[in-house]
């Protein structure tokens, strides 16, 4: 096969031999090689494939993600909202970049044609019907089962200051090191139980602790004092919604944890519970990417609702 520079393969194929003029080649010499460096938090040290990954997260435009948490099943069973995830979840794909489930719920509700990365919760927990939810959790996808489920980032519940701190630590551990056998990235869950108070000062420690032990994002929520948990953080913070509130509210939290160095959010109940769930994740994600006010994202979701 020739190249345009003239130089053709010799009669038995394999070996070049010049032939006519040497055309020009364009080495570009002196000009440095290109390195845009690597966008995400923390991870500018990863290989190739944790990053691509990443990238497909955190879109290289804001820099941010907006996350569709719909894993609340796991153990909530029919959330509200939740009833059908199969009616719920696919028509949010498209105003969404990242669809954060359970095998099961993806698997059973979620078209495989759908183009958004997923994120996927690989452990369990105690459910709702027992006191301490953080009471023996373990591993409920392995390392091959999320590959299978072409996932992009693995997600881990951990419960600081709980009785299961230290157990969940292991399985964050566990996670940590098979998604970084096959360039996964992992997500640390940040749980909030109902013996932990919101404080800086608790989130401080465990955004922090979760980092350390290896999670390349955390899932926390946001407090006053923010800042200073995403500056201590290294490794990027996306905040869950939490319970529902109004609209105006819930746009306002993401917009000051934006603005005080959150990522994105990880928000489920917040838009799959909003009077339009669709209005509601395109107003969160034009806080989250461009850069909009709480009140011009609500001005916005006010006027795509369907009344
Ligand atoms: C609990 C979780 C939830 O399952 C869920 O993802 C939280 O989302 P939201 O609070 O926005 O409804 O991560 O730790």
């Given at each position: 096969m020739p190249d345009a520079d003239g130089i053709t393969p010799g009669q038995d194929g394999t070996k070049p031999a010049p032939s006519g003029p040497a055309q020009t080649k364009d080495y570009?010499?002196?000009?440095?090689?290109q390195d845009a460096g690597f966008p995400v938090k923390g991870a500018a040290h990863l290989e190739w494939g944790m990053k691509n990954r990443l990238a497909r997260m955190f879109?290289?435009?804001?820099?941010n993600t907006v996350m569709l948490a719909f894993d609340h099943g796991y153990i909530m069973g029919p959330t509200t909202g939740l009833e059908r995830l199969d009616l719920v979840i696919p028509p949010l794909a498209p105003y969404v970049d990242v669809l954060m489930g359970t095998r099961g719920g993806l698997r059973g509700?979620?078209?495989?044609?759908?183009?958004n990365p997923v994120c996927l919760r690989v452990g369990y927990d105690a459910s709702?019907?027992?006191?301490?939810?953080?009471d023996g959790g373990g591993l409920a996808c392995d390392i091959a089962g999320a590959l299978r489920m072409n996932a992009i980032c693995l997600a881990a519940q951990t419960f600081i200051g709980a009785p299961g701190e230290k157990n969940s630590l292991g399985l964050l551990a566990q996670v940590v090191d098979a998604g970084a056998k096959y360039g996964v990235p992992t997500m640390g869950v940040v749980a909030v139980g109902k013996q932990m108070a919101r404080t800086e000062q608790f989130f401080l420690l465990a955004t922090r602790i979760l980092a350390e032990n290896g999670a390349n994002v955390v899932k926390s929520y946001y407090c006053d004092g923010f800042e200073h948990v995403t500056a201590a953080c290294p490794v990027p913070i996306v905040i869950a919604g939490g319970k529902k509130l109004p609209e105006a509210e819930a746009l306002t939290m993401a917009y000051r944890a934006i603005a005080e160095g959150a990522h994105g959010v990880d928000m489920g109940r917040n838009i799959f519970q909003a009077a339009d769930p669709p209005a509601m994740a395109q107003a969160v994600s034009r806080v989250v990417h461009?850069?909009?006010?709480d009140s011009q994202a609500y001005e916005y979701y006010l006027d795509t609702k369907q009344r």
């Open positions: 570009h010499l002196g000009v440095a090689p879109r290289p435009d804001s820099g509700c979620v078209p495989p044609t759908v183009q709702v019907l027992f006191d301490d939810m953080s461009l850069g909009e006010s």
